[in-house]
Every structure is written in structure tokens, then in C-alpha cells.
């Protein structure tokens, strides 16, 4: 009988030791808390892009864009010659989901026009970092690059040491010939615009960040060439067009607000296929 009893003692004394473990253990918890960065290193993952391909770039835009952008198309009388205007030419690339890009040029009576556009899908390769957020410092830097004007406090644009002379919408309006100006509703409409609207600059309501850049080669005694850029990124896709003309006669300078007018068109088009 005495046997008996201590057997359920020794069960107690067991039981006794088991609890103190678990406080132990416990405690271990309790002190991770104390150092939860260990925690969320082991289990916080950068998120990936939104995006995970790209848009084909050459069929991206339309038509009736391109005979917008490229006027000379429709001077072209051979069929086959329209049809590889309109194809345009794709950029060499070995990954298309990646980067991909596509070319037009057409000539015409009054100019020769280029237009460019690029696909660029970013991917972080550090797992502390989203491919939004490396996208994110990537458009940084292309901004930062194009050197744009900084606003002033009245609205207006400072001059940018690279181009600021070269941009400047009076180049535009004061080359133009006074039919044109009666005859193009766009060209009067410049002349109107001020310094700042027609500035290099970023912009609002594209994407989640995006910029314009309005430069102009050339003299009033050469043949004179605007290109017009308008960069945009979309969570983790980074869009840029490149519009360029050079007209045929020496000492015209392209429109202004007609180039520019059509290259964020074209950028709102395509940030409207990528669903941003």
C-alpha cells in the first residue's frame, strides 16, 4: 500500500518538472519578441511586380495613331511600301517579357518623322527590395538624367542648363509661316501657350510617375529637328516614346505643343493597354 502511494507523488513530482519546461520554453518566445527583426527578416518577402510581361510593341499602336504621329504614311502609294511603314521595325531582343522596343520612319513632303516607342519590365533581384520599387529609383534616375527645368513658385519653369534654350515654344511659333499659323489651328494655339506649359516637365494623370522632354537641335540656318520624349512608369513597367521630326525646309522649326500634343496621346493609349 505504501507503494501505491508514492507512485502518485513521483507523478506529481514529474508533472511539477513538465510545467517548469513549458515556462521555459516560454521564456524562449519571450525573448524573441525582444528581437523581432530576426522574425521579420526570416518571413517578410519584397512583393513582386504587377506586371510579368509586355505588350507587343509594334502593334501597340494603332493605325490611326501612326498617321497621326507619321503624316507620310499616308503619302505612300505602294501598297506593299504602307504596309512596312505601319509594321515598323522591332528592336533586337532576346527577351521580350524583359525589354522590347519598335521603330518607325517615314519621310514626307514637308518632314521626316521618327517614332520610338520602349517596353521595359523591371525585376529586383534582391528579396528586400519590390520590382516596384527598384522600377521606382530606375525611373528616378531617367528623370534626373533629362535634367528638367525646376518649377518656380509663380508656376513657370527655370532654365535647365541642357535645354532650356532649346525647347523653347517661341522657336516654334516664331518659324512658322503666317499661312501655316491661318491654316493649322495648332500652330495659333502655340503661339498662344506660355513658357511653362510647353517647359520640359513631369505630369500628372500618367501612370504612377512620368515626364516630358521637349528639346530642339539645330539653327535658324540649318535644317532644325524637335524630339519630343514622354517617359511613364506603371508599378513596374517603365514606358518611354521618343518622337522626332525634322522638317524639309531649312529654317522651319517643328510645332511645339503639336509634337508634344501627339506623344502624350500615344503615352495615355498605351498606359491605357497596360491597364494603368
Known amino acids: 500500500m505504501q507503494r501505491k502511494a508514492y507512485v502518485p507523488g513521483v507523478a506529481a513530482l514529474l508533472a511539477a518538472l513538465l510545467a517548469g519546461c513549458t515556462g521555459g520554453s516560454g521564456g524562449g518566445t519571450r525573448t524573441d519578441d525582444a528581437n523581432p527583426g530576426n522574425v521579420g527578416s526570416a518571413t517578410a518577402a519584397a512583393q513582386p511586380g504587377k506586371y510579368d510581361t509586355l505588350p507587343e510593341p509594334c502593334s501597340a499602336v494603332s493605325h490611326r495613331t501612326l498617321e497621326s504621329l507619321l503624316p507620310g504614311i499616308q503619302q505612300i502609294t505602294d501598297p506593299d511600301q504602307k504596309t512596312r511603314a505601319y509594321e515598323g521595325t522591332a528592336d533586337l531582343t532576346y527577351d521580350t517579357d524583359r525589354k522590347s522596343g519598335c521603330r518607325w520612319k517615314v519621310e514626307s513632303t514637308d518632314a521626316t518623322d521618327h517614332l520610338y516607342v520602349d517596353f521595359e519590365r523591371v525585376v529586383s533581384y534582391d528579396n528586400a527590395v519590390s520590382d516596384e520599387a527598384e522600377a521606382q529609383d530606375l525611373f528616378g534616375t531617367k528623370q534626373q538624367a533629362a535634367d528638367l527645368p525646376s518649377p518656380t513658385a509663380s508656376g513657370s519653369a527655370s532654365s535647365s542648363p541642357t535645354s532650356a534654350a532649346t525647347p523653347s515654344p ?72 521618343e518622337y522626332e521630326e525634322q522638317p524639309a525646309t531649312v529654317g522651319v522649326a517643328p510645332d511645339s505643343k503639336e509634337m508634344q500634343d501627339r506623344a502624350r496621346k500615344l503615352a495615355s493609349q498605351l498606359a491605357d493597354t497596360l491597364g494603368g
Open 170 to 241: 517661341s522657336s516654334s511659333s516664331s518659324s512658322s509661316s503666317s499661312s501655316s499659323s491661318s491654316a493649322d489651328p495648332s500652330s495659333s494655339s502655340s503661339s498662344s501657350a506660355t513658357p511653362a506649359d510647353l517647359q520640359p516637365r513631369e505630369l500628372s494623370g500618367l501612370g504612377d510617375e512620368a515626364f516630358l522632354n521637349d528639346v530642339l537641335s539645330g539653327s535658324a540656318s540649318t535644317a532644325q529637328q524637335r524630339t519630343v520624349t514622354v517617359a511613364f512608369r506603371t508599378s513596374n513597367v517603365i514606358v518611354t516614346i
